[in-house]
């Protein structure tokens, strides 16, 4: 069973641990989800478990889910969101109206959080992309900040109609769906179903999160894994 779960960012502290360092963690509200959906191949095309999240008065959702929930058993949640499993054998290991909390992280080391980043509005290069400006002494006028030429980065050598996509330069930033990868565990608190993760996540607190086992580790921590240390 792929360890998954949706749940809310807190905040973050510090956390000591038995070894006397003192790291900084983010306090995540994981679960308790209930499972709403089975989907098999034969069925739906593919092999997913739907997850719900955080109960809402039946006013503020919708006819089409409010039926959704209560076939599955459970009252109307506010998100549902679906986990990808790798084929139909794994679909037996979940009924519609389970209920999923903390504990599924008991022996994962290393988790992905994903979540939507904080928007910071229209921002110019420096502060989007972190370009260092123009020079700040005799000569620059009124342009300190400014992206400078794009017409080098332009279709067929400069003579294009426009700037190749991917050029950096000032447009919105934040406000996207962002992955923190191969967060360490360090402590589940399954009575009061948190979750404690070394260093930051993305989003403000209180915003939603979708915490599933570490696909792809960093090769340092990767040789952790290995090890068992």
Partial sequence: ????????????????????????????EAGPCAVTQVKTTPIDGYSAVQLAFEDVKPRRSTMP????????????????????????????EYQVGQTIDVRVFEDVKFVDVTGISKGKGFAGVMKRHGFKGFPASHGTQRAHRAGGSIGGHAT?????????????????????????????????????????????????????LFIREAKRLYRSKAKLAETGT
């Fill in 65 to 92: 889910l409010i039926a959704h929930d209560f076939k599955a058993g459970t009252s109307p949640k506010r998100f549902h969101r679906e986990q990808r499993l790798g084929d139909d054998n794994a679909c037996s």
């Fill in 156 to 208: 067929d050598l400069g003579t294009g109609p426009k700037p190749k996509k991917g050029k950096r330069m000032a447009g919105r930033m934040g406000g996207r769906r962002q992955t923190a990868r191969s967060l360490d565990v360090v402590k589940i608190d399954q009575p009061r179903n948190l979750l404690l993760v070394k260093g930051p996540v993305p989003g403000p607190n209180r915003g939603l």
């Fill in 1 to 28: 069973m792929p360890a998954a779960l949706l749940g809310r960012k807190i905040g973050m502290t510090r956390y000591f641990m038995s070894d006397g360092r003192n790291i900084p963690v983010t306090v995540i």
